[in-house]
């Protein structure tokens, strides 16, 4: 019964934690993504999480990095703000890792500031998207409770010894 308690308290650790990463960003406004490329590496290494602000594109200054709707390929695009040209209602765009600009970018196109991001964190949450994922999850958390379960065991043989 013990193992059972400590497996579900390991896995709704790891929901609360995703609860805290995803969900609660989330509603608060903030959009959250995966790079899936590594067109703005190093800042932004492939399996970020990046957090996405909206913002009035005439806010957004040139070095700063915004997400658009790259509405011809049906993506959303994260790349550095190169010009913003509030007459025009256009923005210039490039990936750090890309030798060419983007074309230009309509102010309607534009989601948001990237605020924050966390490395790798997006793999775990691209992971917990599958069936696989999930039955992963539910491994390591059997995993992890019988290790600890057998560290405290062994830790309390040799207290009493």
Same mark, same amino acid.
């Given at each position: ?24 960003? *989330? ?7 995966? @790079? %899936? ?8 290494? &492939? !399996?970020? +999480? ?50 060419? *600009? ?7 196109? @534009? %989601? ?8 790798? &964190? !997006?793999? +775990? ?37």
């Amino acid at each position: 019964m013990k193992k059972a308690s400590n497996m579900v308290a390991a896995l709704l650790t790891v929901l609360a934690l995703m609860v805290c990463i995803v969900i609660l960003p *989330a509603a608060f406004g903030r959009k959250v993504l995966v @790079v %899936v490329s590594g067109s703005m590496q190093p800042v932004l290494p &492939v !399996g970020s +999480l990046v957090y996405v602000c909206p913002v009035s594109p005439e806010d957004l200054s040139p070095g700063e990095i915004c997400t658009w709707r790259d509405t011809a390929k049906g993506i959303l695009v994260t790349h550095r703000v190169l010009r913003v040209d509030a007459a025009e209602r256009l923005l210039w765009t490039k990936g750090d890792a890309n030798q060419n *600009a983007d074309e230009p970018v309509c102010f309607s196109d @534009v %989601v948001g500031r990237v605020e924050n991001s966390l490395p790798a &964190v !997006g793999w +775990l949450i691209l992971l917990l998207r599958t069936p696989l994922g999930v039955l992963l999850l539910c491994a390591v958390a059997i995993v992890s409770v019988r290790f600890w379960d057998g560290r405290r065991q062994t830790t309390e043989q040799m207290v009493k010894s």
